[in-house]
């Protein structure tokens, strides 16, 4: 991609315009975001939805049902 390892890149090298969408979830506890939190069969998790054209921002709480996933993440969360 013409990256350089350690290379500083600031706003300009990331971002032309403000045509983007930015999403981030988060996973341990942190200033931003909580992390992820599970109760039984429940997890809940807190992200962040930012739309750059619009100046839109969402902060998004969702509830996930365990046993409704896919039967791979029971061995990534250890279920």
């Known amino acids: 991609m013409g990256i350089e390892v350690n ?12 045509n983007l969408v930015f999403s ?8 931003l975001l909580k992390g992820i939190h599970r109760k039984g069969n429940l997890a809940t998790t807190e992200t ?9 921002i969402r902060r ?3 509830v996930h049902y365990l046993d409704r996933k896919d039967t791979a993440l029971y061995r990534i969360i250890g279920a």
């Open 7 to 18: 290379q500083v890149l600031k706003l300009d090298d990331l971002v032309r315009d403000d």
């Open 24 to 31: 981030a979830t988060g996973i341990t506890n942190g200033d």
């Open 48 to 56: 962040l939805l930012i739309r750059g054209r619009s100046r839109t």
């Open 60 to 62: 998004i709480q969702s």
